[in-house]
């Protein structure tokens, strides 16, 4: 069992920056793939970036390519999202999500683990 805590959200400008970070206290953190999704209301769930186990393997959704980055700290158990530039249609609850694939996924249904989520607003 792994537990996934977020923080880090909050009220932002547009074209201002906030950076989440996700802890997995007292897991074997090191061998997951780690992934941020974000859930705006009325929509489903999107897939945001992920990260390879190791760190060595980063994939980022079209629509923050550029903007954002991930990175990890197997030490600390820690994962981070950078988000720079951000915009209103980035406001929305994001979520730490974790696995075991062979490689970082893109679907929110495969993942097996699940952080409690926190809120990022891009308003001016």
């Known amino acids: 069992q792994v537990q996934l805590v977020e923080s880090g959200g909050g009220l932002v400008q547009p074209g201002g920056s906030l950076r989440l970070s996700c802890a997995a206290p007292?897991?074997?953190?090191?061998?997951?793939?780690l992934a941020w999704f974000r859930q705006a209301p009325g929509q489903e769930r999107e897939f945001v970036a992920a990260?390879?186990?190791?760190?060595?393997?980063?994939t980022f959704a079209d629509s923050v390519k550029g903007r954002f980055t991930i990175s990890r700290d197997n030490a600390k158990n820690m994962v981070a999202l950078q988000m720079n530039s951000l915009k209103p249609e980035d406001t929305a609850v994001y979520y730490c999500?974790?696995?075991?694939?062979?490689?970082?996924?893109?679907?929110?249904?495969?993942?097996?683990?699940w952080g409690q989520g926190t809120q990022v607003t891009v308003s001016s």
């Open positions: 007292g897991s074997s953190f090191s061998s997951y793939n």
């Open positions: 990260i390879s186990w190791s760190g060595g393997l980063g």
């Open positions: 999500a974790a696995d075991r694939a062979l490689v970082p996924l893109r679907l929110a249904s495969l993942y097996d683990y």
